[in-house]
């Protein structure tokens, strides 16, 4: 059984920093796309940044040059360092990735339980 386990969100006063974590347990042969959307009540959940396996990074227009994705793929793990945050910004963030269990298997896709970030001052 695969998990995403989320961590680092929270309270930050605008144009703070805030770091997130997401790390995948269980049996995986491969991660390919790893990333993090966000939700704010009544809204749907959007793309905030996502990485491709080989480091290809793709943002939203909202947080281009504030937020930064990485990902650690012996780890399975995925980071968004939030930079200079605003309170639009505030949103349970969700991380997502895909997961192949075996060579020969397809991908599949898994979310995190959501983090609350909050700008607020």
């Known amino acids: 059984q695969v998990q995403l386990v989320e961590s680092g969100g929270g309270l930050v006063q605008p144009g703070g920093s805030l770091r997130l974590s997401c790390a995948a347990s269980g049996s995986i042969f491969r991660s390919n796309v790893m990333g993090w959307y966000r939700q704010t009540l009544g809204e749907q959940r959007e793309l905030v940044a996502a990485?491709?396996?080989?480091?290809?990074?793709l943002y939203a227009d909202s947080v281009k040059g504030r937020f930064t994705v990485s990902r650690d793929n012996a780890k399975n793990a995925v980071y968004l360092q939030m930079n200079s945050l605003k309170p639009e910004d505030t949103a349970v963030y969700y991380c997502?990735?895909?997961?192949?269990?075996?060579?020969?298997?397809?991908?599949?896709?898994?979310w995190g339980q959501g983090t609350q970030v909050t700008v607020s001052s």
């Open positions: 997502n990735a895909y997961f192949m269990m075996a060579i020969t298997s397809p991908e599949y896709n898994y």
């Open positions: 990485v491709t396996t080989d480091g290809y990074e």
